[in-house]
T-cell receptor, first 110, second 114 residues
Framework: DTGVSQNPRHKITKRGQNVTFRCDPI?????LYWYRQTLGQGPEFLTY????????KSRLLSDRFSAERPKGSFSTLEIQRTEQGDSAMYLC????????FGPGTRLTVT | DQQVKQNSPSLSVQEGRISILNCDYT??????FLWYKKYPAEGPTFLIS?????DKNEDGRFTVFLNKSAKHLSLHIVPSQPGDSAVYFC?????????????FGQGTRLTINP
């Protein structure tokens, strides 16, 4: 068990570009979660999957954001037409009552 | 609407003494509570949890206390060690209502002084 992994760890992009992040959960976990954390705040829930089904989405997840988990294993989070306000740490977690987090992807939009 | 609040942004404690971190919540539907520890440039690490049917849970140096009537929980670390210096987040979910998402507080930065 290598824990939750996320790639890339850092991403710098120009405003208006699209970005995609990947999360590989702990292998036996069928629930996968995405959160976003900005400076000085706790993580905020974005969305979660049970296997390949996306079961809940936060109102924070605007229509520029899309998440997939096509085979119930890894997940991707895509942000289209990035804005400076999208700059944040994007965290992935897997688990159930206790959620185990990956190291995060830090996005900087210039 | 901040449903989970950690009112102390920072706390400084001497090595070997007790660290007490506090958390308040407003949503009475919350029934499962967790504490996470976070180092810079890393994701949060799960520490300890407690269900609303309990008022105390202990794991080594870490104890979480839950006061449902006051909607308050606390994390006690005894004895505090230098490696405990980190940001601590409390989180809550309405797990038994079927809600999976965690709602986090803003965090408390704990510094352990030698």
């Amino acid at each position: 068990d290598t824990g939750v992994s996320q790639n890339p760890r850092h991403k710098i992009t120009k405003r208006g570009q699209n970005v995609t992040f990947r999360c590989d959960p702990i292998s036996e976990h069928n629930r996968l979660y995405w959160y976003r954390q900005t400076l000085g705040q706790g993580p905020e829930f974005l969305t979660y999957f049970q296997n390949e089904a996306q079961l809940e989405k936060s109102r924070l997840l605007s229509d520029r954001f899309s998440a997939e988990r096509p085979k119930g294993s890894f997940s991707t989070l895509e942000i289209q037409r990035t804005e400076q306000g999208d700059s944040a740490m994007y965290l992935c977690a897997s688990g159930g009552s206790e959620q185990y987090f990956g190291p995060g992807t830090r996005l900087t939009v210039t | 609407d901040q449903q989970v609040k950690q009112n102390s942004p920072s706390l400084s404690v001497q090595e070997g003494r007790i660290s007490i971190l506090n958390c308040d919540y407003t949503n009475s539907m919350f029934d499962y509570f967790l504490w996470y520890k976070k180092y810079p440039a890393e994701g949060p690490t799960f520490l300890i949890s407690i269900s609303s049917i309990k008022d105390k849970n202990e794991d080594g140096r870490f104890t979480v206390f839950l006061n449902k009537s006051a909607k308050h929980l606390s994390l006690h670390i005894v004895p505090s060690q230098p490696g405990d210096s980190a940001v601590y987040f409390c989180a809550a979910s309405a797990l038994y209502q079927g809600a999976q998402k965690l709602v986090f507080g803003q965090g408390t930065r704990l510094t352990i002084n030698p």
